[in-house]
């Protein structure tokens, strides 16, 4: 299936991960980014309450305002999170997972756990690696 089919084939449809082209491809880059990891797993932990953006920025440690917002812009506008606004000055922005974004959490909680259990060995993979290099 072509990049194209995928796109008006509508749901349901897995498309071709080797396409660069391809929705789910791109799907993937934008999910697969440590902030969006943690966005969600923040979300997902207060859910089903809302999330003020400088709370979000506080329980993300290191990232950016510019980085949290244009995360929160990607996940808002893919349907996996709401955005609402309070219009006082200066305005209140608040966050949630939508239902979307909660199955999102699922797969990642997977991948966290994946990683939590096998970073020892990674470690070990690494260092076994970095020193085999250091013997050319």
């Given at each position: 299936?072509?990049?194209q ?15 660069p ?16 990891s ?17 709370e ?15 995360t ?5 506008r ?9 219009p ?19 797969a ?29």
């Amino acid at each position: 299936m072509t990049a194209q089919e995928a796109r008006t084939a509508g749901r349901g449809v897995r498309g071709d991960l080797f396409d660069p082209q391809c929705p789910t491809r791109q799907l993937l880059d934008r999910i697969g980014t440590k902030w969006t990891s943690m966005a969600v797993k923040t979300l997902a932990d207060a859910a089903p309450d809302e999330v003020r953006f400088a709370e979000l920025k506080r329980r993300m440690p290191g990232v950016s305002q510019k980085m949290l917002s244009v995360t929160l812009r990607g996940l808002t506008r893919d349907g996996l999170v709401t955005r609402r606004v309070e219009p006082t000055v200066p305005p209140r922005v608040f966050y949630r997972l939508t239902g979307l974004g909660l199955s999102l959490e699922v797969a990642l909680a997977g991948l966290r756990t994946w990683a939590e259990e096998h970073m020892n060995e990674i470690d070990r993979a690494n260092e076994a690696a970095d020193q085999e290099v250091g013997e050319r």
